[in-house]
């Protein structure tokens, strides 16, 4: 099937893209108010798009139904500047699910979930203690596209569970954390655990004898 999405209304963009752009990793994002009032919430519209200068981003839509209202996460983010991306894994699943309900403002979403926080190393906003590791971010810049806010984050520090880092490199055991990743909407989600393959690299050379 074709699908035209400028002649298409807008759901369609969301249901084709959510199922093709898939796995995603998923941000458990933390972030407090001007008050000092911890916020949580998950989203999968989240990849990092560079290393050097080391920046994250995060695609926030506005509350549905209206047009300019932003979630908690977008408002908290532009008016504190920092935020942190707390590492979704296979045990903390069912508190991000907690973390995504629509609680009325002045409800701890963290509390309610069943989750800790501990200090960050750089920024004011809490990490998730029960995370395995963390992303402390800054804000790079927001940009207001249609009914959605896209926000970059400059990383600025990083904590990994000492189990979960091989010092060598460093390289984090990807293959030990049990991240979770989303799939289409609705609650559909997939395990990376013992879902691991390795495809190396070919080099020039290594082509050109094959070739042979
Ligand atoms: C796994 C998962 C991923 C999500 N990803 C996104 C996303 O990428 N963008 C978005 O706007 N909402 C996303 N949501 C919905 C938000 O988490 C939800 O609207 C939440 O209530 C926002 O909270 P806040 O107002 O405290 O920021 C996601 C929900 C779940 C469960």
């Known amino acids: ?10 759901s369609y963009a969301y249901k084709l893209l959510v199922g093709l752009v898939a796995p ?3 941000a458990l994002i933390t972030s407090l108010d001007e008050e000092g009032r911890l916020n949580a919430a998950p989203f999968s519209a ?5 290393t050097d200068p080391p920046i994250i981003g995060v695609g926030v839509a506005n509350r549905s139904g209206e ?3 932003p979630k908690d996460t977008a408002r908290n983010i532009r008016r504190t500047g920092e935020f942190v991306v707390n590492v979704v894994t296979e045990d903390i699943a069912q508190q991000m ?10 409800m701890d979403e963290v ?12 920024v004011k906003v809490p990490r998730i203690e029960q995370a395995h590791a963390a992303l402390e971010c800054v804000e790079f810049t927001t940009m207001e596209i249609g009914k959605s806010r896209i926000i970059l984050g400059r990383v600025v520090a990083v904590y990994v569970e000492d189990q979960f880092v091989d010092a060598e490199g460093p390289y984090v055991k990807a293959e030990e954390l049990h991240a979770i990743g989303r799939m289409n909407g609705l609650g559909n989600y997939v395990r990376t655990r013992d879902a691991f ?6 080099s020039k050379e290594e082509w050109n004898k094959g070739q042979r």
Request: glycine residues 4%.
């Open 97 to 106: 699910n907690i973390c995504a309900t629509d609680f009325p403002p002045g």
């Open 46 to 50: 989240y990849n990092y798009l560079c």
């Open 1 to 10: 099937m074709k699908f035209d999405l400028e002649k298409l209304p807008h």
């Open 111 to 122: 509390e309610l979930a069943g989750l800790t926080t501990a200090p960050s190393q750089k």
């Open 197 to 202: 393959m390795t495809i190396p690299r070919i």
């Open 24 to 26: 995603r990793p998923i």
């Open 67 to 69: 047009a300019f209202v």
